[in-house]
C-alpha cells in the first residue's frame, strides 16, 4: 500500500474514499470515550458522524439500524447515548470480541446478528444498572452518606454487577454530587469502580489509601479497584475521611453554568438553529445553555414517553408573554419542586423539534429555581 500511494501529493482515489469512510469510526470513538472535541478532534467528529448514516461498513450500518436512527444523520446525542451504549453493553455484559467482530470480519448478515445480541445485552445493562442505582441510593441514604459530614460514598453488594457498577456511580455522582465507589462484593473479594466530581481527583485519594487495595488504577473522574473484603471497613473509613478533607461543602452543591442570559421571546428557530455551528458539543465543547428568568408554569407536569420518567412543562415568559414547551428527561422524580402558578428561572439548553413538517423551539430543562 505504501509502495502504491505514499510519495505523492494526493493519494489514490479509492485510498481517500477508504480514508473519509473510515472517519466515522473515529467519531465514534471520539465521542465513547469522550475525547475533548477541539481543534482536530472537532473537525474529525464533525466529518465522520456525516459518514456513519449510509457507512459502505456493514457493521456499522447494522448497528445505527439496531439503534433506529432512521434520520438523515447521526448527531453526537445519537452517538453519546444511542450507538456507544450498545457496542460497550458487550463488554460489560458479556465480551467484547462480539463488538470487534462487528466492525471487522462480519458479513451483513452476522452484522445484523451482533446488533441484534448487542441490542438485547443493552436492555439487560439498562435494567441492572436501574436497580443498582435504585439499591446503593437507598443504602446511601440509610446510612447518611448524603450528609455534608460524609463527603464520598462507599458501597459494595454481592449482588452488583462489576460491568455495570461504573455507570451506576455516575448516576449515584448526579444525584448526590460527591465521589462514589460501588464494587460486588463476593467469595471474600470486592471489585469495583469509582466516579468523582470536578476539581476533587478520584485517583489520588486513592493512593492516599492504596495500603488497603490488591490494585487500582484510574485517572482523576474514574478508577477501578480490588481489595479483600477484610479491608473493607478500613478502607471505607479512610476514603471518606480523605475525600472530607479534599471536598468542600460549597462542592456538595452542583452548579449549573450558562452562556448567556435571554428571553424565551429571543429563541426563535433560526437563532437556534444558527447554534449547529458550534457543533458537534460534547467534552471541551459543551452544549450551549442559557438562563431564561422568571417564567411561570402553566398546568401540571404532564409524562413523557413510556417509561414514566420524563415530563413536559409548559411555561409562559412573563417579560415577553412567549409560550414554549420545555422538555424535562429524568424529571419526573422531582414533581414535588414544580407547582402549577409558580414563578422560575431555568437554565435550558436551547433545542429545535420537527413534526409533521413544522419545526419550533422545544428547550430542554437542566436546573430551575423557584423564585
Request: aromatic residues 4%; hydrophobic residues 45%; charged residues 25%.
Amino acid at each position: 500500500m505504501a509502495t502504491l500511494h505514499a510519495g505523492n501529493s494526493r493519494v489514490a482515489k479509492p485510498i481517500q474514499e477508504l480514508l473519509v469512510n473510515l472517519l466515522g469510526f473515529a467519531a465514534l470513538g471520539a465521542i465513547a470515550d469522550v475525547v475533548p472535541l477541539l481543534d482536530e478532534n472537532r473537525v474529525i467528529a464533525r466529518f465522520g458522524m456525516a459518514r456513519l448514516r449510509n457507512s459502505p461498513f456493514a457493521g456499522v450500518r447494522a448497528l445505527v439500524e439496531a439503534a433506529r436512527l432512521d434520520g438523515e444523520k447521526v448527531s453526537e446525542w445519537d452517538i453519546a447515548f444511542k450507538l456507544a451504549p450498545r457496542l460497550n453493553a458487550s463488554g460489560r455484559m458479556a465480551h467484547a470480541q462480539a463488538a470487534i467482530e462487528l466492525f471487522t470480519t462480519a458479513t451483513r448478515a452476522r452484522a445484523n446478528e451482533i446488533a441484534q445480541d448487542l441490542e438485547r445485552h443493552n436492555t439487560e445493562r439498562r435494567a441492572v444498572q436501574k436497580r443498582i442505582v435504585e439499591q446503593a441510593l437507598e443504602m446511601a441514604k440509610a446510612r447518611g452518606m448524603d450528609k455534608d459530614t460524609h463527603r464520598a460514598i462507599v458501597l459494595s453488594h454481592p449482588d452488583w454487577h462489576t460491568g455495570v457498577v461504573g455507570i451506576a456511580c455516575s448516576r449515584l455522582v448526579e444525584e448526590l454530587s460527591r465521589p462514589t465507589i460501588l464494587m460486588c462484593d463476593k467469595d471474600g473479594h470486592c471489585h469495583g469502580s469509582g466516579r468523582s466530581i470536578s476539581g476533587v481527583s478520584l485517583h489520588a485519594a486513592m493512593v492516599a489509601c492504596s495500603h488497603h487495595l490488591t490494585k487500582f488504577g484510574g485517572h482523576d473522574m474514574a478508577a477501578g479497584l480490588a481489595l479483600e473484603t477484610v479491608n473493607l471497613a478500613a478502607f471505607t473509613a479512610e476514603f471518606v475521611a480523605e475525600c472530607n478533607r479534599r471536598v468542600s461543602v460549597d462542592q456538595l452543591t452542583p452548579r449549573a453554568c450558562v452562556d448567556a442570559v435571554t428571553t424565551l421571546g429571543e429563541l426563535s428557530p433560526r437563532q437556534v438553529m444558527e447554534l449547529d455551528v458550534l457543533k458537534p458539543f460534547g467534552a471541551g465543547n459543551p452544549t450551549v445553555r442559557v438562563l431564561v428568568r422568571d417564567v411561570l408554569l402553566f398546568g401540571s407536569p404532564q409524562p413523557l414517553g413510556k417509561t414514566g420518567e420524563h415530563i413536559v412543562l409548559m411555561v409562559k415568559d412573563t417579560a415577553t408573554g412567549t409560550v414554549r414547551r420545555v422538555l424535562a428527561w429524568g424529571w419526573a422524580a422531582r414533581l414535588e419542586h414544580l407547582r402549577a402558578g409558580l414563578r422560575y428561572d431555568l437554565v435550558i439548553e436551547p433545542k429545535i423539534t420537527t413534526f409533521n413538517g413544522t419545526t419550533s423551539v422545544e428547550p430542554e430543562l437542566v436546573d430551575l429555581r423557584q423564585r
